[in-house]
């Protein structure tokens, strides 16, 4: 495929020119595959958005290699620290206060007095980073409110010839997008990820709100409609429905044709990895429905289930 490029220093190379130029290219994290633009500049920033038609107040997840350039946009504190120790770089996403004088474009994040920041894990991404004197604003590399892309060709899909060029790192570890805590207020998870909130109360030694099933939107992103194939899925189903496909966990299932296993070993982390899999695959099939068995709600089956219910919306 034309538009896929390798890992290499020349191609890593070129991908720095891309984004020194204020332009858009597709690159792999440790979480699903995103959609990069210089986070400074105007331009990049309002071309992520209409590339993805994405809702200008939904804001972006701004992408660091490490505290360096981050103390120049945002204010933070102990439990930043804490947990910037132990789980960045990685899939953890933390809302902070913006300073006066970042350099990140407003639109980014969407106007609001603070800020989404990460700091990747994945090789590709983070050798890239490092060459950037700017940081990246970064989500997901799929059109506003669909499945987000686990590998290249998924991204391909999305975009067709509008993206012209992506770095290929193989399918995504995770497969699902990180956690998201706030910590511009009272710690609270926004989103959960693989990342769990258990993880998280152990770091901090204190009790963390869940508010991602709160009614009133604080983060954007908690928008009902989200994640979604765009076909009716039912959740929690127990019996197959011969004509709607029909996701299952486990290895007690007897498997036909209208059936794909999120892991037949019953690991959750398996599963999350398939789930955006499975639910193009089951796109591109043309099936009119979707049931889906119960998936146990712990560690990262909650961010499973998190993105089901939301895909079901
Ligand atoms: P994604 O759509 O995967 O890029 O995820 C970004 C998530 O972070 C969305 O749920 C956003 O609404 C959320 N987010 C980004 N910036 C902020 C912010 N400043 N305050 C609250 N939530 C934010
Ligand atoms: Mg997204």
Known sequence: MKNIYRNSFYNLNKAKRILEKNQILALPTETVYGL??????????????????????????????????????????????????????????????????????????????????????????????????????????????????TDPLDVVDEFKNKIKFILNGGKSLIGLESTVINLSSKPAILRPGSISRTQIEKVLGKKVSNVTKSKFVISPGMHKRHYSPGIPIKLNSIKPDYKAAFIVFGKKYKMKKNMFNLSKKSNLKEAAKNLYKVLRKIKKLKYKKINVVKIPNKNIGIAINDRLKKASN
């Open 36 to 149: 990069a633009g210089n986070a400074y500049s105007h331009k990049s920033v309002k071309r992520i958005y209409s590339l993805k038609k994405r809702p200008q107040k939904n804001p972006l997840i701004i992408h660091y290699y490490n505290l360096e350039l981050l103390k120049k946009d945002a204010e933070y504190d102990k439990n930043f620290l804490r947990l910037y120790k132990k789980f960045s770089p990685g899939p953890l996403t933390y809302i902070l206060k913006k300073k006066k004088k970042s350099k990140v474009s407003k639109f980014a994040n969407a106007k609001l007095k603070t800020i989404a920041v990460r700091f990747p894990k994945n090789k590709i991404i983070r050798s890239l980073l490092k060459k950037l004197a700017f940081p990246l604003a970064i989500p997901s590399a799929n059109i506003s409110t669909g499945v987000s892309p």
